[in-house]
C-alpha cells in the first residue's frame, strides 16, 4: 500500500525542518523564514495524520493498524526490530491531537521568542522534538518507541537548557534528563523482559515480515493473580512494573517527579509542548498501549492507581503554595498525570486518553497564556506582582478563563467530561485486570476521596492562580527591589513600572483557538449516562473509536461483542479480519439503570465539588491574595533537599572519595606507576650490559662461556652414559 | 707409571686457562691483559697438542697452527689499539676508557 508511505511523512517532516532550520537558520536570520519553515513542518505532519485517520477506511475506522516498514534495522537471531511505524485507533487519535495542538505551541512560539538570538536554535530543537514524539507515539515496536522516548529526554534537555547562559537553566536540563535516565532503566528492563517472555518487540503482527506481537502473545497468556510477591517473580507482572517505572520518570509521577516543576526554567512555549501536552504524556501512552500487559498484572494495576492518586494530591498540595505562575501549573501537570495514572490503573483506558486530550488542551492553553502574561508583563512570572490585568489583556484574560474552567471540571468545558469519567470510574470499580482479580476492600472508595479532594484542590489554586493574575489590586505598580526575583530571565530592565501589554496575534490566535477547543473539546467521549440526559441516542466517540483496541475494565464487558488488541487476529496483516465483531448490544442494555443514576448523581457531586473549589478559592484570595501559604507547601515538602541528602550527595561524596580519590587515583594510578617502576628498575639492571666497563663484558663473556660449557658437558654426559 | 699420563696435560692447560680468565677480569693494566689473553690461547694449544698426541692424530697439531697465526694477528691489531690509547689518554688503566658508558 504506498499510501502507507504517507505515515512516514508525519515523522519526517519535522526532521528536515530541523534540519533545514539548523543548517541553514544562522545565516537566513530571518524569523519569519524561520518560523514559517517550523510550523509548516508540524502543518505537514497534522494534516497527514488527519488525512490518514479520517479517510474512509482509514486509521480510525479501520480494525487493522495502517502499517508502514521502512526498513528492518537489527535482526540478530530471534531477536527483530524494524523501523516501522503504525497508526492504529489509539496512536491516530493521539497523533492527532499531538500534531494540532505542537502546530498552535509552534505559532506561538514565533511571536513568543521575536528577538531572541538563537531563533534559529529554538525551532530546530523544537521540530526536532516533534520527530521523536511522533516516532515514540507511531513506532510500531518497543525499540523504536524507546528511541522515540529518549528523542523527547534529549530535546527536552536542549530545550530546558535553552537559555544556557543561566546557570539553574543547566541545571534543570540535566536533572530532567538524568531522573529521566533513571525511568528508563526501568522501562528498558521491561522491554528486555518482554522479549524474553514472548521472542519479540513488536506491537502489532506482520506476518509478511515473520513479526509476531508481543501483546497479542502476553494476552493470550494466563493473568497473574494480584498477589505482591508477583511483582518480583519475573512474569507479566515484573514486566508492567517496570515499564510503569519507566513511565513515573517520563510523566513525572512519585518519585521521579522532581525535574517537572525546575524544566519551568525554559522557554514558555517549551512548557507548554513538552511539559505539559505531549512529552509527559507518553508515559500514559505507553501504558496505555500495554493495556494487554497490565490488564494481565491486576498487581502492578493497582500500584499503578495509588501512586497515580496519591501523585494527583501531593502536587495538588504544593501548587497550591506556589508563587511563580510557571511552578503553579507544573505542579498541576504533575497532578493531573496522576489522574491519567489512577485511570489506567483501574482499567479505565479510555477514560485516561481522554483526559490526556482534553488536559493537552486546556493545559497548553493555560500555559501559553501564562507565556501571555509573562510576556505581556516583560518577563516577569512572581503573581505576587501581577494583578488587575485583565483589563489590560483582556483576550489572555479570557482565553483562560476557558481553560481554567476547564480544568476545574466545570460542566460543559472539557475538563468535565474527562475529569467525572475518571472519577467515576474509580468510584464505581471492583475488580482489576483480565481475570477481575478482585480490588481490597473499599479501596477504591478511598481511591476517590483522594480524587475527589485533588478536584476540589485543583479548583482552589487554579482559582488562586487567577484571581492574583487577573483581578484584583494592580500590584505590579508598587516598587519593589529586585533582589528577591529568582527566576527574572530576559533582558534586565532598569525597575520603572511598565504598562502590561496585550500579546499579538501570533500568540493569541493560537490562544482562542485552544479555548474553543477547552470549551468544545469534551464533547468527543461525552459517557453513556450523560449524553442520554440531553439525547436519545448518544455516542461516545472516543470510546467507540478506541474500544476494540483497549481491554475494557474488569466486569464490564458486554457480551456478544468480540474482544482484541491490535491486530486483530487476522490471517494477513492490514487487511480486516472476516468476522468480526458480533451484533453489539445497543448502548441502553449495557448500561443498567441503576448504574446511570450512580452515575449521574457521582457527576453532579463532582460539579459540586468543583464549584466548591471555586468559591472557596475565591472566597480566600480575592480579599487576601498575598495570603502566605504554609512554608512546608511552599517548600514542595523539602522533596528535592530530601533527595540531595539521601541520594545525589551520598553519590558525589562516594565518587569523589572513593572512586576518584581512591581508586582512580590510587589503584589505577598506582598500578601504572608501579608499571613504570618495574620497567625502570629492570632497565637500571639491563643497562650494566652496556657500561662501558671493559672488565665487565670480560666477566659477561666468562658467564655466558661457561653456562655453554654446563650445558653442552651435562647433555654430553647423558648422551655417554645411556 | 709410563710417563706423564694425558690427564695431567689437561690439568695443567685448565690451571693455565683458569688463570688467564681471572687474569683478564682481575687486572687493570691493558697489556697484562693483553698477556692473559695469550696465556689463554696458548693453554689452547697445549690441550690440543696434549690431545694428538694421545690419539696419534695430526689435525689437532694443524689447528694449534692456525690458533698461532690468529693470536699473531689478533696481537698486532691488539697492541696498535692499545698504543692508539695511550697516546689519546696516557694511561694504561682499561677502567678510564669508559666513555661509552651510560
Not at chain 1, 679 to 707: K, W
Amino acid at each position: 500500500m504506498s499510501e502507507t508511505n504517507l505515515l512516514s511523512l508525519i515523522i519526517f517532516a519535522p526532521l528536515t525542518g530541523a534540519a533545514i532550520n539548523w543548517f541553514m537558520g544562522r545565516r537566513v536570520r530571518s524569523e519569519k523564514f524561520i518560523g514559517a519553515v517550523a510550523c509548516g513542518a508540524v502543518a505537514i505532519s497534522t494534516i497527514v495524520a488527519f488525512y490518514l485517520a479520517f479517510k474512509p477506511d482509514g486509521a480510525l475506522q479501520s480494525e487493522a493498524p495502517l502499517l508502514d516498514h521502512l526498513w528492518t534495522w537489527i535482526q540478530v537471531g530471534k531477536f527483530r526490530a524494524d523501523f516501522g511505524l503504525a497508526m492504529d485507533r489509539l496512536s491516530g487519535v493521539y497523533s492527532l491531537f499531538v500534531t494540532f495542538v505542537a502546530f498552535l505551541i509552534h505559532v506561538f512560539a514565533v511571536g513568543y521568542m521575536r528577538g531572541d538570538k538563537g531563533f534559529y536554535r529554538f525551532f530546530a530543537y523544537l521540530n526536532l522534538f516533534m520527530f521523536s514524539m511522533l516516532t515514540l507515539v507511531l513506532a510500531d515496536n518497543f525499540l523504536l518507541m524507546f528511541v522515540g522516548w529518549e528523542g523527547v529526554g534529549l530535546c527536552s534537555y536542549l530545550l530546558i537548557g535553552y537559555y544556557f547562559d543561566r546557570n539553574e537553566a543547566g541545571d534543570a536540563a540535566k536533572k530532567a534528563f538524568i531522573t529521566n535516565r533513571v525511568g528508563d532503566w526501568g522501562f528498558v528492563m521491561g522491554i528486555m523482559l518482554v522479549f524474553t517472555m514472548t521472542g519479540s518487540i513488536s506491537f502489532f503482527e506482520k506476518s509478511a515480515y515473520g513479526v509476531t506481537s508481543a501483546l497479542q502473545t502476553i494476552n493470550a497468556l494466563t493473568p497473574d493473580p494480584f498477589a505482591w510477591h508477583m511483582l518480583w517473580a519475573g512474569g507479566i507482572t515484573t514486566i508492567a512494573i517496570f515499564l510503569f517505572i519507566g513511565a513515573t520518570g517520563k510523566s513525572a509521577q512519585i518519585p521521579l517527579f522532581v525535574w517537572l516543576p525546575d524544566a519551568m526554567a525554559g522557554p514558555t512555549p517549551v512548557s507548554a509542548l513538552i511539559h505539559a501536552a505531549t512529552m509527559v504524556t507518553a508515559g500514559v501512552y505507553m501504558i496505555v498501549r500495554c493495556n494487554a500487559i497490565f490488564s494481565h498484572a491486576p498487581t502492578a494495576m493497582f500500584i499503578v492507581a495509588i501512586i497515580g492518586a496519591a501523585t494527583a494530591l501531593f502536587a495538588a498540595t504544593i501548587g497550591l503554595a506556589q508563587n511563580d505562575i510557571k511552578k503553579v501549573l507544573a505542579y498541576s501537570t504533575i497532578s493531573q498525570l496522576g489522574y491519567m495514572f489512577l485511570a489506567c490503573g483501574l482499567g479505565a483506558f479510555v477514560a485516561a486518553i481522554f483526559h490526556v486530550i482534553t488536559h493537552a488542551f486546556f493545559k497548553a492553553l493555560l500555559f501559553l497564556g501564562s507565556g501571555s502574561v509573562i510576556d505581556g508583563m516583560h518577563h516577569e512570572q512572581d503573581m505576587r506582582r501581577m494583578g488587575g490585568l485583565k483589563k489590560y489583556m483582556p483576550i489572555t484574560f479570557a482565553t483562560m478563563l476557558m481553560g481554567w474552567l476547564a480544568i476545574c471540571g466545570i460542566p460543559i468545558w472539557a475538563g468535565f467530561f474527562s475529569k467525572d469519567e475518571i472519577l467515576w470510574k474509580t468510584w464505581s470499580a471492583t475488580a482489576l485486570g483480565a481475570n477481575a482479580a478482585a480490588l481490597p476492600n473499599g479501596a477504591a472508595k478511598a481511591l476517590w476521596i483522594v480524587g475527589a479532594i485533588t478536584a476540589l484542590l485543583t479548583a482552589v489554586y487554579m482559582t488562586r492562580l487567577m484571581v492574583m493574575t487577573f483581578w484584583g489590586a494592580e500590584r505590579f505598580r508598587e516598587a519593589v527591589t529586585h533582589d528577591d526575583q529568582p527566576g527574572h530571565h530576559g533582558e534586565e530592565h532598569p525597575y520603572a513600572v511598565h504598562e502590561p501589554h496585550e500579546s499579538g496575534w501570533l500568540m493569541t490566535v493560537p490562544l482562542i483557538v485552544l479555548a474553543v477547543l477547552s470549551t468544545i473539546g469534551g464533547f468527543i467521549g461525552v459517557s453513556y449516562a450523560l449524553g442520554s440526559l440531553v439525547s436519545s441516542h448518544p455516542t461516545n466517540y472516543l470510546e467507540r473509536t478506541l474500544e476494540p483496541v483497549l481491554a475494557s475494565p474488569a466486569g464490564e464487558t458486554p457480551t456478544g461483542e468480540v474482544r482484541w488488541l491490535s491486530p486483530p487476529p487476522a490471517p494477513h496483516d492490514g487487511e480486516p479480519a472476516a468476522a468480526i465483531i458480533g451484533t453489539r448490544q445497543s448502548s441502553a442494555e449495557i448500561h443498567s439503570a441503576e448504574e446511570v443514576l450512580h452515575e449521574r448523581l457521582l457527576a453532579l457531586t463532582s460539579v459540586l465539588i468543583a464549584l466548591a473549589g471555586v468559591g472557596l478559592g475565591f472566597a480566600i484570595y480575592s480579599k487576601r491574595p498575598l495570603l502566605q501559604m504554609p512554608s512546608l507547601l511552599n517548600n514542595k515538602y523539602y522533596v528535592d533537599e530530601v533527595y540531595d541528602a539521601t541520594v545525589v550527595n551520598p553519590i558525589k561524596s562516594g565518587s569523589r572519595e572513593v572512586l576518584w580519590k581512591f581508586f582512580d587515583q590510587e589503584v589505577i594510578d598506582g598500578l601504572l606507576h608501579a608499571l613504570g617502576r618495574t620497567v625502570t628498575e629492570v632497565g637500571g639492571l639491563v643497562r650494566y650490559l652496556q657500561i662501558g666497563f671493559v672488565r665487565t663484558y670480560a666477566a659477561i663473556i666468562l658467564f655466558g662461556a661457561l653456562a655453554l660449557i654446563g650445558v653442552f658437558s651435562y647433555y654430553g654426559v647423558r648422551i655417554l652414559l645411556r | 707409571m709410563d710417563g706423564p699420563q694425558l690427564s695431567w696435560y689437561l690439568a695443567l692447560s685448565a690451571i693455565l686457562f683458569t688463570i688467564g680468565v681471572v687474569g683478564v677480569i682481575i687486572k687493570r693494566n691493558v697489556i697484562a691483559m693483553f698477556m692473559c689473553i695469550e696465556l689463554m690461547l696458548n693453554a689452547v694449544n697445549l690441550t690440543f697438542v696434549a690431545f694428538s698426541s694421545y690419539f696419534r692424530d695430526v689435525t689437532g697439531q694443524l689447528f694449534v697452527f692456525i690458533v698461532m697465526t690468529v693470536a699473531a694477528a689478533e696481537a698486532a691489531v691488539g697492541l696498535g689499539i692499545i698504543i692508539t690509547i695511550f697516546r689519546n689518554r696516557e694511561s694504561l688503566d682499561v677502567d678510564e676508557a669508559s666513555v661509552l658508558k651510560l
